[in-house]
């Protein structure tokens, strides 16, 4: 194959197609016996059969996708060949803009995605920069102390303060923070919940209902009260919307509220904690970027944020994304994919593909420093997606990191007592158990 050739040129091609090659049914009966895990099935797959392989998994043929030009083409090309269907999280998230399609995605992104770029990000540096100072506060006491933290959940505290203070303008009070939980509960829950909808509602309907009352009293107080000095918050400008579009009503500002709670704090808090873990097994990680440059120094700044792309590398904020094709089309590489297929593209295993990323399962930051270190193609590096339907908050996630870890990694070294021996995969890959910890002074 021409590796100058666009994945449209083989669709001008006579005799260019060819089958998507297929993996043994017997691997999937077998994975289906054991019981296991979607990610070690999709794992076998790839490693045995190839980047691009078809199986079935249910009445639709199914294509695995991670090669780079063919996930560009599926996700960032061709977006309306490969589209959403429902969403797993639409039984919390209603039609927020993660769960809307056609005309409707298309309205809600472009109102959302000035407030993440830009001026918009702006805005919101401040709150970030107050949410992460509170944060150090904690830790500073913890220290003190010598008092055990959970770093999973200091991760996740930080996130949810920092996205709260952009949606209303206010830090994140304790009782606040005790019913957004509902939001983590519910979110977790997804993967397990029952396949008819109904049962599924019933199944979190207290958590549902505490949800809906957080959403109702912050519309509420956003529409009594000033703007901050900050400028305008993310609860004001969907309710500014409002007064101008129709459809803005009061349900679908609830879904999107909850959308920007749930994807603004649990990738984060995911990200950070995972970031903690392997800085544990790779102290010298932590070190190498604390001596790049002085405190606030540009050299500084990238080292941090080369720990955290790294660990988005590892561990991607969503580490399998589903689409549908709705036409006949050719993928990069010729591969001939019909209308109806599923496709199921993981950026957790395009970034664990030894052809793309040598040593893959090695935690190394300078991956993301060094010249000529990484695959350059953005269908080698997708941690929040690819294309129009990419993640909005993405740089908002990495500014929060990165600030919070300008504030807490001169200063602290974490000492877990003991660390999760499973991961779980959901709608993000998380940890699968707690991360009790308490906090030395740095090493020297």
């Known amino acids: 194959m021409n590796p100058e050739a666009t994945p449209d040129s083989f669709r001008d ?3 260019t197609e060819r089958p998507v090659p297929e993996a043994e049914p017997g691997l999937v009966e077998r994975w289906r016996s054991q019981g296991g895990e979607l990610v070690e099935l999709l794992s076998q797959v790839r490693e045995r059969f190839g980047v691009v392989v078809s199986f079935r998994l249910g009445p639709a043929p199914t294509v695995l996708v991670t090669e780079p030009q063919a996930v560009q083409h599926v996700l960032a090309r061709h977006p309306e060949r490969y589209v959403k269907r429902s969403h797993r999280a639409r039984l919390l998230i209603g039609d927020g803009v993660l769960a809307a399609g056609g005309a409707a ?3 809600q992104r472009r109102l959302l995605q000035a407030q993440f770029t830009g001026t918009g990000m702006r805005r919101y540096e401040q709150r970030i920069t107050e949410a992460a100072r509170t944060a150090a506060g904690r830790w500073g006491e913890y220290a003190r102390t010598g008092q055990t933290l959970d770093v999973g959940q200091e991760m996740r505290s930080f996130a949810l303060d920092a996205i709260w203070r952009a949606l209303t303008g206010h830090p994140l009070d304790d009782e606040t923070e005790r019913e957004v939980g509902a939001v983590a509960t519910v979110a977790a829950a997804l993967p397990t919940l029952p396949a008819d909808v109904t049962d599924a509602h019933d199944a979190v309907a207290a958590d549902l209902a505490r949800i809906d009352a957080i959403a109702r009293h912050a519309i509420e107080a956003a529409r009594s009260g000033a703007v901050g000095p900050d400028g305008p918050d993310l609860l004001h400008v969907l309710i500014d919307a409002a007064n ?17 709670l749930v994807a603004g704090h649990e990738t984060t808090a995911t990200t950070l904690t995972w970031l903690y873990l392997l800085l544990d097994r ?4 932590r070190e190498h970027a604390l001596t790049a440059g002085g405190e606030g120094s540009a050299q500084r700044r990238q080292a941090i944020q080369a720990l955290v792309h790294e660990t988005l590398r590892l561990y991607p904020s969503a580490w399998i994304l589903p689409r549908h094709a709705t036409e006949d089309d ?13 496709i199921l593209i993981s950026p957790y295993l395009t970034h664990r593909d030894p052809e793309l990323w040598p040593d893959p399962e090695h935690f190394d930051p300078r991956r993301f420093i060094t010249p000529d270190s990484r695959p350059t193609h953005p269908g080698a590096y997708y941690p929040f997606g690819l294309g129009p339907r990419a993640c909005l908050g993405l740089q908002f996630a990495l500014r929060e990191s990165t600030v919070l870890l300008e ?3 001169p200063v602290h070294t974490v000492a877990f007592h003991s660390t999760p021996t499973k991961t779980l995969y959901g709608i993000t890959v998380r940890p699968d158990g707690p991360t009790p910890a308490t906090l030395e002074p740095p090493r020297t």
């Not at 101008?244 to 920007?260: C, F, G, H």
């Not at 790779?282 to 990680?285: K, R």
Request: proline letters at 7%; aromatic letters at 6%.
């Open 105 to 107: 995605w298309k309205r």
């Open 407 to 409: 504030h807490l990694l």
């Open 13 to 15: 091609v006579p005799g």
């Open 282 to 285: 790779h102290p010298a990680a």
């Open 244 to 260: 101008e579009r129709p459809e803005y009503t009061d349900r679908l500002i609830r879904d999107e509220l909850v959308t920007l």
């Open 330 to 342: 050719i993928l990069a590489g010729g591969y001939a994919v019909e209308a109806g297929t599923d």
